[in-house]
């Protein structure tokens, strides 16, 4: 051959030269000198310079009319052409590595298979989500909708590619719509945007949705859930609060007026109690009427010292009645009030039973106290009587002898500190939790409600503090108001 230089130095090719009677003649090729394939094809024929199975091959591709057979060869791969050259008897195979193509294609060929395997996962987990999953355009029409948006929405993947995120939305999210995708180009991304849209049946639905803007696809990923049913139960949760609420409104004026009823029966008692006196000084009085009337001569300074006893006893009577319902009236709004007018107020009430009992009650203040509180006055004197009755009952169940109640009356910054001590054993440690809990009571015929109302009253109506704890041979009650609201 000619040129044999030049091809001696040829890249990537190895052209065989070989007669008709497939002995080798020469080889040419950079490749050649590199492998050393100079010294072995000396003499050798094709079928000892390829192993029997390349041989086999060659000798069929010679038979057929394809184009190129791809061989393997010295750990290389080369496609293979040739060429007869008839008048010489020669035959020419030209041999191009193409070993790197070879991996570069199976790399290629793996790498698809991995993206095909991992499109197919993507899918799975697309179509197995709970959520519609969906891809737009940048003018929010649908390039792909998973399995559960088109059942959402009840449109099939072909339908819904004539379709966008607008059409699908109720008329009036329908500009809101569009704002939300052009937000989504802009920023990036939107979240849980909330709006309604219409199946293709005409059923309106809830929809929170989350869009993604892809730059490199100019494409817009979207997540819609399907949020009706959470609306509904919000709904019914709100409904249920509304009458939660009101049931408890109710619940509270039952207790209210409760707690006014026991209040007025304990009264009753002290009214029944206060009269006692007054009704039995009349009693005499009137037996002493008739024993005047018997004599002739009735004598008229005598006459009218009698009525203006008889008078006295009256107005102590009716002072008590107009005590006992201006006690019963309630606040309407909150006044500026005097704490120790209100105590006194309370005392009165039940004054009388107290000396039945022998009972003394003392009021202790430290000098120069503001006692001016704003809030409910006859709430409050009826939370101080109920103190003072409890701690009476307390004293009387003991049967002492000596029953004491302190009230002392105390400044703590901005706070009035009222505490009412008595001497009437005290709250076992296991009732202690429960005295302030609607309905508790250790009387035969208690109501209960005392407690609960004044805590109530003290530290809802009120804004101030009612606590207690035991003292030596006694309960502690503590109120604590604000001055300065
Ligand atoms: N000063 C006190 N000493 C001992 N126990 C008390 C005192 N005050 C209240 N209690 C206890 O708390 C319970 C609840 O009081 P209250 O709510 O006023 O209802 P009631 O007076 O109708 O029983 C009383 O039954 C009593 O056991
Ligand atoms: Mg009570």
């Known amino acids: 051959m000619k040129n ?9 090719t190895i052209i065989i030269e070989m007669s008709t009677d497939e002995t080798i003649l020469a080889l040419y090729g950079r490749d050649v000198e590199e492998m050393c394939l100079n010294k072995e094809y000396d003499k050798k024929t094709l079928s000892t310079l390829f192993n029997q199975q390349t041989y086999n091959e060659i000798k069929y591709f010679f038979e057929t ?66 959520n519609g999953i969906s891809i737009l355009d940048r003018n929010g029409m649908f390039l792909y909708a998973n399995k559960f948006f088109q059942n959402m929405m009840e449109y099939t993947m072909e339908e819904l590619t004539r379709e966008s995120c607008i059409s699908l939305s109720s008329p009036e999210y329908a500009q809101p719509s569009k704002t939300a995708v052009q937000k989504a180009i802009e920023y990036g991304s939107i979240e849980k945007f909330q709006k309604v849209c219409i199946t293709k049946s005409g059923i309106p639905l809830n929809a929170s949705m989350s869009l993604a803007y892809l730059a490199s696809r100019d494409e817009i990923i979207m997540i819609t859930s399907d949020i009706t049913e959470d609306i509904k139960y919000q709904d019914k949760l709100k409904k249920q609060v509304a009458i939660e609420v009101a049931k408890r409104t109710e619940q509270h004026e039952v207790m209210c007026h409760q707690s006014r009823l026991a209040a007025m029966g304990e009264m009753i008692d002290s009214i029944a109690h206060q009269w006692r006196q007054p009704l039995n000084s009349l009693g005499i009085i009137i037996q002493g009427l008739r024993h005047i009337s018997k004599q002739n001569e009735i004598d008229i300074d005598f006459l009218k010292e009698i009525e203006s006893e008889i008078m006295e006893k009256i107005h102590y009577m009716s002072q008590t009645i107009d005590d006992f319902s201006m006690f019963f009236r309630i606040s309407k709004e909150k006044e500026n009030f005097n704490i120790l007018e209100s105590i006194k107020d309370a005392i009165r009430l039940i004054d009388v039973q107290l000396k039945n009992h022998n009972i003394t009650l003392k009021i202790n203040m430290t000098d120069n106290l503001n006692l001016m509180v704003l809030g409910f006055a006859n709430e409050f004197r009826q939370v ?71 805590k109530v009253i003290i530290e809802n109506h009120m804004n101030g503090l009612l606590a207690v704890k035991n003292k030596k041979d006694g309960a502690q009650f503590t109120i604590m108001l604000q001055q300065e609201q």
């Open 4 to 12: 044999t230089k030049i091809l001696a130095h040829m890249p990537n």
């Open 65 to 130: 009319d394809e184009n190129s057979l791809v061989i393997q060869w010295n750990q290389k791969y080369y496609d293979l052409t040739y060429k007869r050259l008839e008048e010489e008897k020669i035959i020419l195979l030209y041999l191009f590595d193409v070993t790197r193509y070879n991996q570069i294609e199976e790399k290629l060929q793996s790498s698809l298979s991995e993206l095909l395997s991992k499109k197919e996962e993507l899918q799975t987990v697309f179509d197995l989500a709970a």
């Open 384 to 454: 101080i009587l109920n103190m003072i009755h409890n701690a009476m009952m307390a004293i009387v169940s003991i049967k002492e002898k000596d029953g004491k109640i302190d009230i002392l009356i105390k400044q703590n910054r901005k706070n009035l500190q009222i505490e009412i001590i008595d001497n009437g054993g005290g709250i076992s440690k296991e009732n202690m939790p429960k005295i302030f809990d609607p309905y508790f009571t250790t009387k035969d015929k208690g109501s209960g409600i005392g407690l609960y109302m004044s």
